[in-house]
């Protein structure tokens, strides 16, 4: 772990405005501070009191917080409630019955909405189908499914009874999508036939197919297939059913099953710094609780608002911030199945306009692609665009650079919306540094400053705090009740890449590094350790290495990141075959070869961007590859680092020069 230091220029400043701050649900810095300080002063009451004031519960817990076993905290233990209720049942009798929960927007443009009392009857009709195929409480299954109101259908109705859903995103290969079905031990799989994206179908079933086909999956007896598009897919029978038939005939309400707050609501993959994706546990009770609090805190979210998450339900955001936050607490919310630039760049812009989107959160990554392709063509240029009924737009996934923002803030914000640049995690589950609308004054490319309750700090190799403006590690010293609870399967592995003894055992560690400015605002430096974060998406370079080793033609293999103006991060591959080292010609059939294969094994975003041949890589004389040198040569810089620790010099130089 190496500490990083950076140099903080930015010295804008952009105030909320008044309007706003006036009726924010937090409103000012003098109420932020009150409930900051209310978490301090008194944790667990803290936690308590909000918990109880957000969710319904079938039993209410008598304890807040458990740390006799830590790091594996548990919170409100001895409470019951049902996480499908919370965000459905509740809606009947509270005046929500007939507003639009989902505006669906189809990637050809259709839109379909369903309220609250359709959204409900149609889980549990699902639901109860499930049920009759005789899956119950602690049953695992797999979704695999495009972005659909179906999609959600099937998450909330796996929670209405309990099983314990892991959500695949539908980018991921066959071969990703097989691991993920064996180490969570799925006994069904909801998917859909084909996704359409982009006026292209991507067909889904046959995915599945193939994973089960590759073995270790003995424990699927069903497939539930929703049926999108209708193509042609292969088909067992006994084993799969279609989605609509499981519904049929099915009762319109379906009992929910009360479960324990600790109860796992979904396993989520996420990439580490070793080989193979950790499937993230979360709870029941503390995870939705924030998904629940941060949609007000975060979003301000109101009544009136129309909200608009562009996430994937594959990754956590689409978990946190479309499947549970919002309806939680009863927002009307876009889903939208496409991409931002199809059938043109203006799509985001038109969706807004339709809809009269109030809260728009995506990614930096689709606004430096939306900047580049605004350039382009003018006449999809936000500008064009009627998006006065935005009120706070939102960031995620990786840093936010100053330019980006500025545009963002300009062309998308009209300078009035706040933009709230998000802070977490899949294992945080939840917002955990950001601003609020209605209190922080935002500086372009800081995440600000933690929610209540959140105690993040900046620590060095010794887990000792670190003065202002001095970088270290991001860590977070108290538990917080959406955290992830352990790796399924594997509390080891849990306990040492979260809570490691360099740092005493008590802290979070976060993975990333970061700063901390004279205001004690946060900016967040990327990765500490081996993951990259490409469009977003993070990805462990060991992940893409074991890809690429295993194919025929490849003796070693090293992956670095590489800055990119519109993906973030890059992937750029050295590798050496088990022949010798190809011609130019050669090595670009290769290449393409290669990207293809990693596609296959993990799925296209994993694919390496530039991939260089050499008769070696850089090693120590104890035979550990350079990766810190590899990241130089990948960026095109000259090697000014000590370099005498190296076996073999000048393979650098060849490296360097392989374009
Ligand atoms: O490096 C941070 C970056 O994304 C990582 C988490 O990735 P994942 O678990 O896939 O979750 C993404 C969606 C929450 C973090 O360790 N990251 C996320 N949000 C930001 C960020 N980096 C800087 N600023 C952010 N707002």
Redesign the pocket.
């Known amino acids: 772990m190496s500490t990083i230091d950076s140099v903080l220029t930015e010295t804008r400043v952009f105030q909320p405005p008044a309007e706003l701050v006036k009726q924010a649900n937090i409103s000012g810095m003098a109420a932020y501070k009150a409930l900051y300080e209310e978490a301090e002063r008194d944790f667990e009451g803290f936690w308590g009191r909000l918990a109880r004031e957000t969710l319904q519960w079938s039993k209410p817990f008598t304890k807040v917080l458990d740390e006799s076993n830590a790091p594996f905290y548990k919170w409100f233990e001895d409470g019951e409630l049902n996480v499908s209720y919370n965000c459905l049942d509740v809606h009947l009798t509270n005046g929500n019955a007939d507003k639009v929960a989902i505006i669906f927007e189809s990637d050809d443009g259709k839109t379909t909405k369903v309220t609250y009392r359709e959204l409900h009857a149609r889980v549990c009709r699902f639901a109860n189908g499930i049920k009759a195929l005789g899956y119950k409480k602690g049953d695992r299954s797999i979704i695999y499914m495009p972005m659909s109101i179906e999609a959600v259908v099937a998450m909330q109705a796996c929670a209405r009874l309990g099983i314990t859903h892991s959500v695949v995103f539908g980018g991921f290969s066959a071969k990703s999508l097989q691991e993920r079905i064996v180490d969570v031990g799925a006994s069904f799989i909801i998917t859909a036939d084909e996704q359409v994206r982009g006026g292209r179908t991507i067909p889904l079933k046959p995915a599945v197919e193939e994973a089960i086909a590759m073995g270790g999956c003995e424990a699927v007896k069903k497939v539930i297939v929703y049926r999108r598009t209708g193509g042609n897919v292969p088909w067992v029978e006994g084993r799969d059913l279609w989605m609509h038939d499981v519904e049929q005939g099915q009762p319109d309400t379906c009992e929910p099953v009360q479960v324990g707050a600790e109860h796992p609501l979904f396993v989520l993959y ?2 580490g710094s070793t080989g193979k994706p950790k499937g ?1 546990q979360h709870s029941s009770g503390g995870y939705l609780l924030w998904a629940a609090l941060t949609m007000k805190w975060t979003f301000d979210i109101k009544p009136t608002d129309v909200y608009w998450c562009t ?1 994937d339900v594959g ?3 689409g978990h946190t911030y479309i499947t549970y936050g919002p309806l939680a607490v009863g927002a009307t919310q876009i889903v939208f199945e496409g991409v931002p630039t199809y059938p043109n760049a203006g799509r985001f812009w038109e969706i807004i306009q339709k809809h009269k989107a109030t809260i728009f959160y995506t990614a ?1 990554t689709a606004i430096r692609s939306l900047i580049k392709a605004a350039e382009a063509s003018p006449d999809h240029h936000p500008k064009k665009y009627d998006l006065s009924s935005l009120r706070i737009i939102g ?6 650079n100053p330019e980006a923002w500025v545009w963002y803030y300009t062309n998308v914000g009209g300078e009035r919306c706040p933009i709230v ?8 589950g939840g917002h955990m ?2 601003p609020l609308p209605g209190v922080t004054g935002l500086k372009p490319g800081s ?1 600000t400053l933690p929610l209540p309750g959140i105690f993040a700090a900046i620590v060095d190799e010794t887990g000792a705090d670190v003065e202002l403006g001095k970088g270290g590690f ?1 860590v977070v010293k108290r538990p917080w009740p959406a955290m992830i609870r352990t790796i399924w399967g594997d509390p080891e592995r849990f306990k040492k890449s979260y809570y490691p003894e360099e740092l005493g055992g008590k802290y979070y560690l ?3 590094g970061a700063n901390r400015d004279a205001d004690g605002y946060f900016w ?1 430096m ?2 500490i350790d081996d ?1 990259l ?1 490409v469009s ?3 990805l462990g370079t060991m992940e893409v290495e074991s890809a690429l080793v295993a194919h025929p033609l490849v003796a070693e293999a090293a992956v670095v990141g590489r800055p990119d103006d519109v993906t973030g991060e890059a992937v750029v591959a050295f590798v050496v075959l088990k022949r010798a080292r190809p011609d130019d010609a050669e090595a670009a059939e290769i290449a393409k070869e290669l990207r293809n294969w990693v596609a296959k094994e993990i799925g296209p975003i994993a694919k390496p961007k530039e991939i260089r041949f050499g008769d070696n890589l850089p090693k120590t004389r104890s035979g550990k590859i350079m990766r810190r040198l590899l990241r130089v040569v990948a960026k095109g810089e000259a090697i000014t680092q000590d370099v005498s620790t190296l076996e073999n010099p000048a393979i650098l130089e060849q490296l360097g020069k392989a374009l």
């Open positions: 996420t990439s993230v996430a990754w956590v955001t930096p960031s995620v996934g990786e840093p936010i640049d998000t802070w977490w995690q899949t294992e945080t540094i950001t995440c991001l976060a993975g990333d967040i990327g990765r993951v974060n977003g998406h993070r």
